[in-house]
């Protein structure tokens, strides 16, 4: 039976090349992998390799050129809508471009409360950056008024809003000083065992991906280096 919540299999994305006369080449060749209720399973891979490429593909923000994405065992279609849009999130390595600088963070806030149908008045903006250590002060800034720690605990405030099954955390923490990084692991730990939910932890770091992962996956230049079943 398979209880994957979100399942790859054979993903494979080109880009043009950079080098001359060469037209393609191949970023993710043929990734197969598994991702279960409540795990954190480590994407750990040199610069280049093609993790991000990889966790782009498996989030539904770049469409794969072969291969297929199961949700609940129920194949999706690039681009996600509805549930799956929902529940699968994002934290980006860098915060600033989760947000729009123009807006402050309380419009910023103010549309995953929308989409959901929830109350936005500005208790409950206070209190969804609370738990982060944000002031409600902190609402009428925008991102360029705010530092990349403080960005970055935001942007995890309002992904947690969407209430999502599935995070892509791209090296969330790698641009923060080690006790915002801390802050922000701990965090997510304490959510993922109230509430079971599912990160893919893209990093370069063998140590943090042995502090943090439950199962590691290697990848080296687009191929993951597998042992057994992943
Ligand atoms: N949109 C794109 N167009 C062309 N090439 C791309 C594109 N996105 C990524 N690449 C290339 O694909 C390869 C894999 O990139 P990717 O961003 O997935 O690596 P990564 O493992 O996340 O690296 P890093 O640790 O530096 O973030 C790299 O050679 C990169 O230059
Ligand atoms: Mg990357």
Known sequence: ?????????GLTKRFRSREEGKKRFT???????????????????????????????????LRPDEGQILYRGAP????????????????FQHPEVSFNPQLTLRQSLTEPFRLRGLACDDGALAACIGRFGLYPEHLNRRPGALSGG???RAALARVL??????????????MLDVITQAQI????????????TAYLFITHSTSLAEQFCHRIVRIAEGRLQVEGSV
């Open 1 to 9: 039976m398979n209880d994957a919540i979100l399942e790859a299999v």
């Open 27 to 61: 970023a993710v060749d043929g990734a197969s992998l598994r991702l279960y209720p409540g795990e954190t399973l480590g994407l750990l891979g040199e610069s280049g390799s093609g993790k991000s490429t990889l966790g782009q593909m498996l989030v539904g923000l």
């Open 76 to 91: 999706l279609a690039y681009p996600y809508k509805g549930e799956a849009r929902r529940r699968i999130q994002i934290l």
């Open 150 to 152: 403080e960005l970055q």
């Open 161 to 174: 809003v969407m209430e999502p099954e599935i995070i892509l955390l791209d090296e969330p923490t790698s």
């Open 185 to 196: 692991v701990d965090f997510l730990r304490r959510y993922q065992e109230e509430n079971g």
